[in-house]
């Protein structure tokens, strides 16, 4: 068996004990709450457990790790077989309190297992995504086919169900341990970066402002994100984008023939002028970003207006943000005039209409 087919068939066995273990949490949880049961549920429950009993019971004995789960599993069974075969002299007030003292244990042992179950799919779901990445990156040698993004983007709505629905520290550090972050490089990966920085700030910011994550996103022009994370991470994130020269490359995309990638690359820019510091702004400005602006505010005329008065959106970005101080706002307010009318000098009637917009848009 070669590397790429051992690959596959470490990534099939895990997603075949991730459904196993979803399966019997399902059923376990339906055990766990006597007082919401039905003899319909009752007996829809046990036929599920006892129908998953050959298949946990294969799968989970051959993992060592999970003899005390399969143990407790077995212990489940043999209650829930024993509640569903009494004996056939069993009538009686007597046969009555033990079948509710059997109920109720049966309904105490879920409870206890259902922590472990838990506990053991947040590591199948992130065992199953590392080892998927794993696997995209050996395919990337060859073209990828649509059944290997099909298994990432499987993999990444799972992580991301999980992150909806809480804060998890044994959770988190499952995933600060497996280093899966750094890996999440793809455009469907990169939103679970936004949704991984969202679920513990203090925690995942420091991954996006190392190893290169923020130069990849930008490359990637995985903007919508991008721009979702400056506003999460705010001005560390600017930082990071001037320091490896992410930011000229933003301005860049709105040249793009795409129209969806201009947007997004001025509302990057938007957010970058909202929170970014001095040498940020600066940048953006001397790097041609006004000219731009006015460029994309002119093509309104041709297309749909998603640039209608931009060049004035973007002053009161300024005017209004964080990142800058006051004299630091009038320096760059007039910096802006002069790059307009610089940019409009064959028409005097669009540029007095661009400057009067940026002048009442913004405070004096």
């Not at 991730?18 to 949880?29: I, Q």
């Not at 006597?34 to 019971?57: F, G, K, V």
């Not at 206890?112 to 199948?124: F, G």
Request: charged share 25%; glycine share 4%; hydrophobic share 40%.
């Amino acid at each position: 068996m070669d590397e790429r087919e051992g690959a596959t068939v470490k990534l099939e066995t895990h997603q075949q004990l991730f459904k196993v273990l979803e399966s019997l949490n399902r059923v376990s949880n339906d055990f766990s709450k006597p007082c919401r049961r039905s003899p319909d549920s009752d007996s829809s429950a046990i036929n599920a457990m006892l129908e998953l009993r050959a298949t946990s019971s294969s799968i989970l004995s051959a993992n060592p790790h999970m003899f005390s789960l399969s143990q407790h599993l077995s212990e489940l069974i043999e209650l829930i077989q024993e509640l569903q075969d009494p004996k056939p002299s069993s009538h009686g007030l007597k046969s009555f309190l033990i079948r509710r003292v059997k109920s109720h244990e049966i309904s105490r042992l879920a409870a206890s297992i259902e922590p472990e179950l838990h506990a053991w799919i947040d590591r199948e779901t992130v065992s199953g995504l590392t080892i998927t990445v794993a696997e995209m990156r050996y395919y990337c040698k060859s073209p990828l086919t649509l059944s290997h993004e099909d298994k990432l983007f499987d993999k990444i709505t799972v992580l991301q169900n999980r992150l909806s629905r809480g804060f998890d520290m044994n959770f988190q550090d499952l995933l600060l341990k497996s280093g899966i972050f750094s890996e999440l490089v793809r455009e469907k990966a990169a939103i679970s970066m936004k949704e991984l920085v969202l679920y513990n700030k203090d925690v995942f910011v420091g991954s996006v402002l190392v190893g290169g994550s923020v130069k990849a996103l930008v490359s990637m022009g995985s903007l919508r994100v991008l721009s979702s994370l400056i506003k999460a991470i705010k001005s560390p994130l600017v930082d990071e984008m001037e320091s490896c020269g992410s930011i000229l490359q933003i301005i860049s995309y709105m040249s793009s023939d795409d129209l969806e990638r201009r947007i997004m690359a001025m509302d990057c820019a938007m957010e970058i002028g909202f929170y970014g510091r001095r040498e940020a702004v600066e940048v953006m400005i001397n790097g041609g970003l006004i000219e731009k602006l006015v460029e994309l505010q002119r093509s309104e005329l041709e297309r749909p207006h998603p640039f209608s008065s931009c060049v004035a959106r973007f002053a009161v970005q300024l005017e209004v943000g964080e990142g800058l101080r006051q004299r630091e706002k009038r320096k760059f307010m007039q910096k802006i005039l002069k790059k307009i009318r610089e940019g409009c000098v064959s028409d005097i009637a669009e540029c007095a209409t661009i400057v009067a917009e940026v002048l009442w848009g913004s405070s004096p």
